[in-house]
């Protein structure tokens, strides 16, 4: 009992400690996916920052191409020559793609080119869109519409940028400062001459002097047009130029980065809301989780915004996942340890109980040996100090310790059965033998013992022999023990009862009957366990070993039959034993 | 197909020895000759008379024995979900097979566009094409349709060689869908291609099936002075890319502009079909490209001021400035027309050049068709046959006038479409194939799908 109760505590001290690791787990992992929270949510947040300063710097370089395209168009119509404004005119708009038309107007707003006279529908647009409106709204009959702002607030300097938008300025610049379309490298001529339309007499001229001018983003019909207007110093035409979108539109993607950082995604939207360039990862459908929106200077491009996208986290690597995994592993940890210590402490249990049985076995074993020796040694005394002079005394005391010697071979014979049977060593011979005959001849040579016991012997065998293979030795050691258990616990009801059935497919049945006081309905089964006695006042009373059953159920089995206990109708108990 | 194929190069290179032999009898090796005809060169006296003034270039063969010019390319191809299946299979045989007749040092750039754009091959040096066509077979479709992307992203990748006078640059879209990405309307992209026409560069575009906005595409060619080809059936791609590389390798002249002056009492008074612009008494015409073996026209209503009879006027001057693609240096040729007048009716009818007659007549058919689509959008299915037919009716007139059995044909034609029209409407079939075919003549378009 001290034993199992050190085995409780130590399991139970293996359950506080395993309990303790658990809750610990849990602890650090509830502390760790808080800091992982907010280390995502930090990294979110710096994502974020990164995002909304590359939109702001996409949003920057589009103004600076925008500035660039103004000022380099601005800068050419300033250049032309007065005197031969409309050949110029004429060869810009027809050579430089960022031209959509060149108008000069009046300086009350009418408007004086392009003249309406073909078939041409883009002039005719040009007059149907803007007559009316440079006549009631045009920026320069206002004084106070000062002067050029082109160098003040898109030329910002000091910005730094990228290659990609620093070669897509550079071209612009060219571009929009060309008069004519003539490429660098063809016009420096190497090797091929150069081209009979590109007009030596028109290089830009210096003009000395000032010029107002501005840049008039006009929606008309709809649509988004971009004028840019100079009025130079003494000249009455007023110059301007509508700027060709589909021309411009194309080279702003220069400023949207080539490849944008993982997981972002940068969108360059116009004045309906429509996308015009995208980089990077962008959402197809809904373009409201922008994570932010930066408008573009509306003195440039009025209504058009950049937009940037972050995708969401990966939920694989959410901190509420690994706190859960990690639970997970502790409590499978904790459950193991738990689990196996009360797996340890059953079996722990077990190997005491069968320790107890076993000191109990030999215990009994040593008790039972002890009786019939004693016997042997006071008969076989009696006999060597010659004191019993009568024949018939003699003879049956040499009788007695004839019979305590076969008591104790049997005992041995039990014993070494046992042993064989626990460690599947027994072999049985099977042969041809009668059943009724072997049990008549086993009967008769223990009826002095059940004589003895003062039990009458009722057979109940049938008068034809019942032929079956079986173990003979097994067969007796069966009986044997069944009787002996009956002479053992039942000699009180004086009667013991055998009789033997055949059954019709083969095989038979065996009944060994007692009056005695019965085996009470919970115990029919235990009794056939190894060291099991049914009570402990018993086992004071009479002695023995606990194996005779267990052995008897054990050799039934192994002949392919079966031992059970039933009670007896009128008192007593009935081992009935089937053979195939 | 060989031997088909086998006698119309047969009779090219007869064509081209004769023409090569008639050029050596007059002027040197002219890429390009400059005509300027007349619908009459003789007038009636003492009226007000309009006449039809046609200036042609004709494009010289390239001499068998001179390498042609390289090309620079930009292949756009539509890669949106729409291009699923046989279409994207086809699509991309047709640009392998582009490829394979590419010279190593043309340029050749690739690429693709569905919800955004994607340079597969930036702007390069043929080479041996190996890499190039792997990345070909790579394409497989998905997302939506970026078209204006598409197109200046090619036209970007063109760009990079723009400077180079050697190469021809050409951008070849290929799409089947709407636009649904960026600017998406025939305008927008007509300015574009007005934009690039500056820069020299030609969008060709190739419309795919019955679900592209056929507006948009042709309006991108036309402004673009590109190709434009509609393609019902995807077998039809490779054919068609092959007919469209030929015209870009067969390039001539580039950068070829014509302008026309008219004298005191002539006043022009609009462009037939080719686009152009009226300044008072000038006239000008862009075209970004001339090729070996094709007339280009333009056509120039005029009005005349009546004159006396056995008077005589210099009716027009066309001087056009090119670029000659073989010897890359600058070319100008200029040319004159004189009209006579008469009181001599049949002498009238007789000068008449039935030709320029029948030119004027398909382009003026090619607008009424354009007119009677947009009234057809409008669901006024009278209202459009009655445009057609009146057309007809100036046709026979004319045809019945100066007998030019070729009007007689297109009139008839011209009325047979309008009964269909009054008949069974106009299914989105037909709009494609008469906003094609209306392009491809205003353009002179020598290779047609259908």
């Given at each position: 009992?001290?034993?199992?109760?050190?085995?409780?505590?130590?399991?139970?001290?293996?359950?506080?400690?395993?309990?303790?690791?658990?809750?610990?787990?849990?602890?650090?992992?509830?502390?760790?996916?808080?800091?992982?929270?907010?280390?995502?949510?930090?990294?979110?947040?710096?994502?974020?920052?990164?995002?909304?300063?590359?939109?702001?710097?996409?949003?920057?370089?589009?103004?600076?191409?925008?500035?660039?395209?103004?000022?380099?168009?601005?800068?050419?119509?300033?250049?032309?020559?007065?005197?031969?404004?409309?050949?110029?005119?004429?060869?810009?708009?027809?050579?430089?793609?960022?031209?959509?038309?060149?108008?000069?107007?009046?300086?009350?707003?009418?408007?004086?080119?392009?003249?309406?006279?073909?078939?041409?529908?883009?002039?005719?647009?040009?007059?149907?869109?803007?007559?009316?409106?440079?006549?009631?709204?045009?920026?320069?009959?206002?004084?106070?519409?000062?002067?050029?702002?082109?160098?003040?607030?898109?030329?910002?300097?000091?910005?730094?940028?990228?290659?990609g938008?620093?070669s897509?300025?550079?071209e612009?610049?060219?571009?929009?400062?060309?008069?004519?379309?003539?490429?660098?490298e063809?016009?420096?001529?190497?090797?091929?001459?150069?081209?009979?339309?590109?007009?030596?007499?028109?290089?830009?001229?210096?003009?000395?002097?000032?010029?107002?001018?501005?840049?008039?983003?006009?929606?008309?019909?709809?649509?988004?047009?971009?004028?840019?207007?100079?009025?130079?110093?003494?000249?009455?035409?007023?110059?301007?130029?509508?700027?060709?979108?589909?021309?411009?539109?194309?080279?702003?993607?220069?400023?949207?980065?080539q490849e944008?950082?993982?997981?972002?995604?940068?969108?360059?939207?116009?004045?309906?809301?429509?996308?015009?360039?995208?980089?990077?990862?962008?959402?197809?459908?809904?373009?409201?989780?922008?994570?932010?929106?930066?408008?573009?200077?509306?003195?440039?491009?009025?209504?058009?915004?950049?937009?940037?996208?972050?995708?969401?986290?990966?939920?694989?690597?959410?901190?509420?996942?690994?706190?859960?995994?990690?639970?997970?592993?502790?409590?499978?940890?904790?459950?193991?340890?738990?689990?196996?210590?009360?797996?340890?402490?059953?079996?722990?249990?077990?190997?005491?109980?069968?320790?107890?049985?076993?000191?109990?076995?030999?215990?009994?074993?040593?008790?039972?040996?002890?009786?019939?020796?004693?016997?042997?040694?006071?008969?076989?005394?009696?006999?060597?100090?010659?004191?019993?002079?009568?024949?018939?005394?003699?003879?049956?005391?040499?009788?007695?310790?004839?019979?305590?010697?076969?008591?104790?071979?049997?005992?041995?014979?039990?014993?070494?059965?046992?042993?064989?049977?626990?460690?599947?060593?027994?072999?049985?011979?099977?042969?041809?033998?009668?059943?009724?005959?072997?049990?008549?001849?086993?009967?008769?040579?223990?009826?002095?013992?059940?004589?003895?016991?003062?039990?009458?012997?009722?057979?109940?065998?049938?008068?034809?022999?019942?032929?079956?293979?079986?173990?003979?030795?097994?067969?007796?050691?069966?009986?044997?023990?069944?009787?002996?258990?009956?002479?053992?616990?039942?000699?009180?009801?004086?009667?013991?009862?055998?009789?033997?059935?055949?059954?019709?497919?083969?095989?038979?049945?065996?009944?060994?009957?007692?009056?005695?006081?019965?085996?009470?309905?919970?115990?029919?089964?235990?009794?056939?366990?190894?060291?099991?006695?049914?009570?402990?006042?018993?086992?004071?009373?009479?002695?023995?070993?606990?194996?005779?059953?267990?052995?008897?159920?054990?050799?039934?089995?192994?002949?392919?039959?079966?031992?059970?206990?039933?009670?007896?109708?009128?008192?007593?108990?009935?081992?009935?034993?089937?053979?195939? | 197909?060989?031997?088909?194929?086998?006698?119309?190069?047969?009779?090219?290179?007869?064509?081209?020895?004769?023409?090569?032999?008639?050029?050596?009898?007059?002027?040197?090796?002219?890429?390009?000759?400059?005509?300027?005809?007349?619908?009459?060169?003789?007038?009636?006296?003492?009226?007000?008379?309009?006449?039809?003034?046609?200036?042609?270039?004709?494009?010289?063969?390239?001499?068998?024995?001179?390498?042609r010019p390289p090309v620079n390319l930009a292949l756009v191809i539509?890669?949106?979900?729409?291009?699923?299946?046989?279409?994207?299979?086809?699509?991309r045989?047709?640009a392998l097979e582009m490829l394979s007749r590419l010279a190593p040092d043309d340029r050749l750039a690739v690429i693709a566009y569905?919800?955004?754009v994607e340079t597969l091959v930036p702007a390069q040096l043929v080479g041996d094409g190996r890499e190039i066509a792997e990345v070909i077979r790579s394409i497989?479709?998905?997302?939506?349709?970026?078209?204006?992307?598409g197109?200046s992203q090619g036209a970007s990748e063109v760009r990079k060689a723009l400077e180079d006078v050697r190469f021809s640059h050409r951008v070849i879209?290929?799409?089947?869908?709407?636009?649904?990405?960026?600017?998406?309307?025939?305008?927008?992209?007509?300015?574009?291609?007005?934009?690039?026409?500056?820069?020299?560069i030609?969008?060709?575009?190739?419309?795919?099936?019955?679900?592209?906005?056929?507006?948009?595409?042709?309006?991108?060619?036309?402004?673009?002075?590109?190709?434009?080809?509609?393609?019902?059936?995807?077998?039809?791609?490779?054919?068609?890319?092959?007919?469209?590389l030929?015209?870009v390798l067969?390039?001539?002249?580039?950068?070829?502009?014509?302008?026309?002056?008219?004298?005191?009492?002539?006043?022009?008074?609009?462009?037939?079909?080719?686009?152009?612009?009226?300044?008072?008494?000038?006239?000008?015409?862009?075209?970004?490209?001339?090729?070996?073996?094709?007339?280009?026209?333009?056509?120039?209503?005029?009005?005349?001021?009546?004159?006396?009879?056995?008077?005589?006027?210099?009716?027009?001057?066309?001087?056009?400035?090119?670029?000659?693609?073989?010897?890359?240096?600058?070319?100008?040729?200029?040319?004159?027309?004189?009209?006579?007048?008469?009181?001599?009716?049949?002498?009238?009818?007789?000068?008449?050049?039935?030709?320029?007659?029948?030119?004027?007549?398909?382009?003026?058919?090619?607008?009424?068709?354009?007119?009677?689509?947009?009234?057809?959008?409008?669901?006024?299915?009278?209202?459009?046959?009655?445009?057609?037919?009146?057309?007809?009716?100036?046709?026979?007139?004319?045809?019945?006038?100066?007998?030019?059995?070729?009007?007689?044909?297109?009139?008839?034609?011209?009325?047979?479409?309008?009964?269909?029209?009054?008949?069974?409407?106009?299914?989105?079939?037909?709009?494609?194939?008469?906003?094609?075919?209306?392009?491809?003549?205003?353009?002179?378009?020598?290779?047609?799908?259908?």
């Amino acid at each position: 009992m001290t034993t199992t109760r050190r085995i409780f505590v130590y399991w139970f001290l293996l359950l506080v400690a395993a309990l303790g690791v658990g809750a610990g787990a849990w602890w650090l992992l509830q502390r760790e996916e808080s800091r992982l929270l907010v280390r995502t949510e930090a990294a979110e947040a710096a994502r974020r920052a990164a995002a909304e300063a590359r939109a702001t710097l996409v949003g920057e370089n589009v103004e600076l191409l925008v500035g660039d395209v103004r000022s380099g168009l601005l800068d050419t119509l300033t250049n032309f020559a007065e005197d031969e404004l409309a050949e110029s005119l004429d060869a810009w708009e027809s050579s430089n793609p960022l031209v959509r038309t060149a108008f000069l107007a009046s300086s009350t707003g009418s408007l004086l080119r392009p003249e309406v006279n073909g078939a041409d529908d883009e002039r005719h647009g040009f007059v149907r869109r803007f007559s009316t409106l440079f006549r009631t709204q045009s920026p320069w009959r206002r004084p106070e519409s000062a002067k050029s702002r082109a160098d003040g607030d898109t030329e910002r300097a000091s910005r730094s940028n990228v290659a990609g938008i620093q070669s897509a300025r550079r071209e612009v610049q060219v571009l929009s400062q060309n008069k004519l379309y003539v490429p660098a490298e063809r016009a420096r001529g190497s090797g091929a001459p150069k081209v009979a339309y590109a007009d030596e007499e028109s290089r830009p001229r210096a003009q000395t002097g000032l010029a107002r001018s501005g840049w008039w983003p006009v929606t008309v019909d709809g649509r988004l047009h971009l004028l840019g207007w100079v009025w130079p110093d003494g000249t009455a035409r007023v110059r301007g130029v509508d700027v060709e979108l589909a021309a411009l539109l194309p080279r702003l993607a220069g400023a949207l980065p080539q490849e944008a950082g993982a997981g972002e995604g940068y969108v360059l939207r116009d004045e309906k809301g429509r996308t015009i360039h995208q980089s990077g990862i962008v959402p197809i459908q809904n373009l409201d989780t922008a994570v932010a929106r930066i408008p573009i200077a509306s003195d440039l491009l009025p209504g058009w915004e950049v937009l940037a996208f972050l995708e969401p986290p990966k939920t694989s690597s959410s901190p509420l996942s690994f706190f859960w995994l990690g639970a997970l592993l502790a409590a499978v940890l904790v459950l193991a340890i738990v689990t196996s210590g009360w797996l340890l402490l059953r079996q722990a249990r077990r190997s005491e109980a069968d320790a107890v049985q076993k000191t109990s076995f030999v215990a009994n074993v040593s008790h039972e040996f002890k009786t019939p020796l004693t016997t042997i040694r006071l008969y076989s005394e009696l006999l060597e100090q010659g004191r019993v002079a009568d024949a018939n005394k003699q003879s049956e005391y040499l009788r007695i310790i004839g019979r305590e010697t076969q008591r104790l071979a049997r005992l041995v014979n039990n014993a070494l059965d046992f042993s064989r049977l626990e460690e599947g060593r027994k072999k049985y011979q099977r042969e041809n033998c009668d059943l009724v005959e072997e049990l008549s001849r086993l009967l008769d040579a223990l009826t002095p013992r059940l004589a003895e016991a003062g039990m009458r012997l009722i057979r109940k065998l049938p008068e034809s022999p019942l032929m079956l293979k079986t173990d003979r030795d097994a067969l007796e050691q069966i009986l044997l023990n069944l009787i002996e258990n009956a002479c053992k616990y039942a000699a009180s009801g004086g009667e013991l009862e055998v009789s033997v059935s055949a059954y019709e497919e083969g095989g038979a049945e065996v009944r060994v009957g007692d009056r005695g006081p019965g085996v009470p309905a919970a115990e029919r089964e235990r009794i056939f366990e190894k060291f099991h006695r049914v009570d402990e006042s018993l086992t004071a009373e009479k002695s023995g070993t606990g194996l005779g059953l267990s052995i008897a159920r054990q050799l039934a089995r192994g002949l392919g039959g079966e031992l059970r206990c039933e009670a007896r109708p009128g008192g007593g108990a009935v081992f009935v034993l089937t053979l195939p | 197909m060989k031997t088909k194929k086998y006698f119309s190069r047969l009779a090219m290179a007869l064509g081209c020895a004769a023409l090569f032999v008639s050029a050596f009898a007059k002027t040197p090796a002219e890429p390009v000759n400059l005509r300027l005809e007349f619908d009459r060169p003789v007038l009636p006296a003492d009226s007000m008379e309009t006449v039809i003034v046609k200036v042609a270039l004709d494009g010289a063969r390239l001499p068998a024995n001179k390498k042609r010019p390289p090309v620079n390319l930009a292949l756009v191809i539509d890669r949106s979900s729409s291009m699923h299946g046989d279409k994207i299979v086809k699509a991309r045989e047709a640009a392998l097979e582009m490829l394979s007749r590419l010279a190593p040092d043309d340029r050749l750039a690739v690429i693709a566009y569905d919800t955004a754009v994607e340079t597969l091959v930036p702007a390069q040096l043929v080479g041996d094409g190996r890499e190039i066509a792997e990345v070909i077979r790579s394409i497989r479709p998905r997302g939506m349709t970026a078209l204006f992307g598409g197109v200046s992203q090619g036209a970007s990748e063109v760009r990079k060689a723009l400077e180079d006078v050697r190469f021809s640059h050409r951008v070849i879209l290929l799409s089947d869908g709407q636009a649904n990405v960026g600017p998406n309307s025939p305008d927008e992209l007509g300015n574009l291609g007005s934009a690039l026409m500056k820069e020299g560069i030609s969008v060709t575009t190739i419309g795919l099936g019955l679900g592209y906005n056929e507006d948009l595409m042709t309006r991108l060619a036309q402004r673009s002075d590109g190709n434009t080809y509609f393609v019902e059936s995807s077998d039809e791609l490779p054919q068609i890319f092959a007919a469209e590389l030929g015209d870009v390798l067969n390039v001539v002249a580039r950068r070829v502009v014509v302008d026309v002056e008219f004298p005191e009492g002539v006043r022009p008074l609009r462009f037939v079909g080719r686009e152009g612009r009226i300044d008072g008494r000038r006239a000008h015409v862009r075209l970004n490209q001339v090729y070996g073996g094709q007339e280009k026209f333009a056509l120039i209503e005029v009005e005349v001021s009546s004159r006396r009879k056995n008077a005589r006027l210099p009716l027009a001057t066309a001087r056009v400035n090119y670029e000659d693609a073989l010897n890359m240096r600058p070319v100008t040729r200029e040319a004159r027309g004189e009209v006579r007048f008469t009181d001599d009716h049949d002498a009238v009818v007789k000068s008449a050049n039935q030709r320029v007659q029948a030119d004027y007549a398909l382009n003026r058919a090619a607008e009424s068709r354009d007119v009677a689509i947009a009234l057809m959008d409008e669901r006024k299915p009278t209202a459009a046959a009655s445009e057609l037919r009146a057309r007809a009716a100036e046709m026979r007139s004319v045809a019945d006038t100066y007998r030019n059995k070729q009007l007689l044909e297109l009139a008839a034609k011209q009325e047979a479409e309008a009964a269909r029209l009054e008949r069974e409407g106009m299914s989105n079939e037909s709009r494609k194939l008469y906003r094609a075919q209306n392009a491809q003549t205003a353009n002179q378009q020598s290779t047609s799908s259908r």
